[in-house]
């Protein structure tokens, strides 16, 4: 059951960052004197399994401003494409609570890879 709570949560997380995101990015767009500051950057990840860096990635990229350019489980890695870089660690840090968290409980990391498991 406390699975089931925490897809349903990291459904509504996700719903909500796709709106307050959409509107951010709509903003630049429109705006253009607010200037966009695109940037490349790591973002490490924590306590995921590989399915979980992956669903990971995916809401990252699914979220407007933001791409998931690469994953690299064995350095608990994602390389990212924000659309505007100057508020970095606030993106991280919402990333972490926002998607992160939640994918913990329900992907933890248990120590193996899939490909030990087949």
Same mark, same amino acid.
């Given at each position: 059951?406390?699975?089931?709570?925490?897809?349903?949560?990291?459904?509504?997380?996700?719903?909500?960052?796709?709106?307050?995101? /959409?509107? $951010? #990015?709509?903003? =630049?767009?429109?705006?253009? @004197?607010?200037?966009?500051?695109? *940037?490349?950057?790591?973002? &490490?990840?924590?306590?995921?399994?590989?399915?979980?860096?992956?669903?990971?990635?995916?809401?990252?990229?699914?979220?407007? /401003?933001? $791409? #998931?350019?690469? =994953?690299?489980?064995?350095? @608990?890695?994602?390389?990212?494409? *924000?659309?505007?870089?100057? &508020?970095?660690?606030?993106?991280?840090?919402?990333?972490?609570?926002?998607?992160?968290?939640?994918?913990?409980?329900?992907?933890?990391? $248990?120590?193996?890879?899939?490909?030990?498991?087949?």
């Amino acid at each position: 059951m406390k699975r089931l709570f925490a897809a349903i949560e990291l459904l509504l997380r996700f719903a909500w960052q796709v709106v307050v995101s /959409g509107v $951010t #990015t709509a903003r =630049i767009i429109i705006a253009p @004197r607010l200037g966009a500051h695109p *940037v490349v950057a790591r973002f &490490h990840y924590a306590g995921l399994d590989e399915r979980g860096a992956a669903i990971l990635g995916c809401l990252i990229t699914l979220t407007p /401003g933001t $791409t #998931t350019l690469d =994953i690299t489980p064995d350095r @608990r890695e994602l390389l990212l494409h *924000v659309l505007d870089g100057r &508020h970095l660690a606030d993106a991280a840090a919402s990333i972490r609570h926002e998607f992160e968290r939640p994918l913990q409980r329900l992907f933890p990391d $248990t120590g193996t890879r899939a490909e030990d498991r087949r």
